[in-house]
């Protein structure tokens, strides 16, 4: 039997604060689940002899922010608080080698197609 992904124990940081692996969340009506609207990067780190190493960090939040732009999504952190928020996630959960996975997605305050640009 595998083992579900959302029963382990851990941090996630989520819209700008880091909360308890069980307790991240998003509602069942989120917009991006139905409609596909949302972006996200897929981010390595890289076990090495003093700890982790995370690959291209700054290129991968770049390019995150620019598929939002694409979508018209606002992101309402800047660059360098994800690149802090990636490193921090790491050390808070003691990792060496993992894959980290930013997404940026609209939430469940309105359905439709045509959605008003709101960050979740």
């Known amino acids: 039997m595998t083992e579900s992904m959302s029963d382990r124990d851990g941090l996630i940081w989520m819209n700008g604060k880091f909360v308890p692996w069980r307790d991240a969340s998003v509602h069942v009506l989120t917009h991006t ?17 003093n700890g982790g190493a995370v690959f ?16 018209e999504i606002k992101i309402p952190y800047d660059e360098k608080s994800i690149h802090d928020a990636v490193l921090d996630l790491i050390m808070k959960n003691s990792l060496k080698s993992c894959y980290i996975r930013p997404l940026v997605f609209y939430g469940s305050e309105k359905m439709g197609v045509k959605y008003k640009r709101v960050f979740s």
């Open 56 to 71: 291209r960090l700054a290129d991968h939040i770049e390019r995150l922010f620019n598929s939002a732009k694409i979508f």
């Open 33 to 49: 689940l139905h409609y596909g609207m949302g972006v996200f990067e897929g981010i390595r780190c890289y076990q090495i002899e």
